[in-house]
C-alpha cells in the first residue's frame, strides 16, 4: 500500500464520503456512508448508553445521529486533516446531543426513514455483555470501534472463502483464527482434520494461511476508515485498535 508521489491513494470508504461532499460521485458516497454507518451502529450506540442514556433514547440518539449523517451536509463540518473516521464521528456524536434538534429525535424514531436496519434487543444484549466497568465511555467507544473493524474483517474473508467453494472449512477453522488458536488448538485440529478427511499437517497450514490473510484483510478494513491510508497510517490504526483491545 505505499504510495508514490505519482500514484494517488486508493479509494476507501470514508474518502469516497468527503469525495461526494465536494462534488465526487454522490451514488458511491452514499452507499460508503451506509456501510460506516452500520460499522459505527454498535460504538455510537453503547456510547450513548454509557453516557446514562436508556436504551430507547440511546437508540433514538444514534438512529437520529446517522440520519442527519445521512440526510444532511454533516461531513462539511468534518476536518478531513485528521483523516479518521472513529474520531470524528465521536465528536459529531457528542455534538448531536448538544444541540436543540435533538428533542425531537424520540417523537420521529430516527426521522421516520428506516435509516438503518437494526435489531434494538439484539444492540441491547451486546451492550450488557460488554464487560466495560472500568473504561470510560470513550474508552469503552474505542473498544467498540476495534471490534467492529474485527467483525467487519472476519465477515470480508467469510464471504471470500464461500465465494472461492471452501465456507464449510473455513466455519470450521475460524475459532482457530483467535491468538490464542482456541482453547485447545491440538484437539481442534483433531476434530477439523477428521471432519474434512485430511491430515493434521494440511488443517495447521490451512489455518496458517487464513491467519495470514486475515491479517491482509483486517488492514483493508482499517484502512476503509482512513482518508490517505498510507502504510504509517494503517499501521498506526491497528496499534490504537491493538491498545484498545486490551483496555
Request: proline fraction near 4%; glycine fraction near 6%.
Amino acid at each position: 500500500m505505499s504510495p508514490s508521489s505519482n500514484v494517488p491513494f486508493p479509494p476507501t470508504r470514508w474518502s469516497m464520503v468527503l469525495a461526494a461532499r465536494n462534488g465526487g460521485d454522490a451514488r458511491q458516497g452514499r452507499r460508503a456512508l451506509e456501510d460506516l454507518c452500520r460499522l459505527y451502529w454498535q460504538p455510537v450506540y453503547g456510547f450513548a448508553r454509557r453516557r446514562g442514556h436508556p436504551p430507547a433514547d440511546a437508540e433514538d440518539l444514534a438512529q437520529g445521529f446517522f440520519a442527519r449523517l445521512l440526510e444532511e451536509d454533516l461531513f462539511a463540518k468534518a476536518d478531513a486533516s485528521a483523516g479518521r473516521l472513529r474520531s470524528f464521528l465521536l465528536g459529531a456524536f457528542q455534538r448531536h446531543q448538544r444541540e436543540e434538534w435533538r428533542k425531537a429525535t424520540a417523537a420521529k424514531r430516527g426521522g421516520g426513514h428506516g435509516v438503518i436496519s437494526i435489531d434494538a434487543d439484539e444492540s441491547e444484549a451486546a451492550f450488557q455483555a460488554e464487560d466495560t466497568s472500568v473504561l470510560t465511555p470513550e474508552a469503552a467507544y474505542e473498544k467498540q470501534c476495534a471490534l467492529a473493524l474485527l467483525a467487519d474483517a472476519m465477515g470480508r474473508l467469510a464471504k471470500e472463502q464461500a465465494a472461492a467453494g471452501r465456507a464449510q472449512a473455513f466455519e470450521l477453522l475460524r475459532p482457530l483464527l483467535s491468538p490464542d488458536g482456541g482453547a485447545d488448538e491440538a484437539q481442534s485440529h483433531l476434530r477439523i482434520a477428521a471432519a474434512l478427511g485430511q491430515t493434521v499437517e494440511a488443517s495447521r497450514a490451512a489455518v496458517y494461511r487464513l491467519r495470514k490473510r486475515f491479517r491482509e484483510v483486517l488492514r483493508d478494513a482499517v484502512a476503509d476508515t482512513l482518508e490517505e491510508p498510507t502504510d504509517q497510517a494503517v499501521d498506526e490504526e491497528l496499534l490504537a485498535l491493538r491498545s484498545a483491545l486490551s483496555a
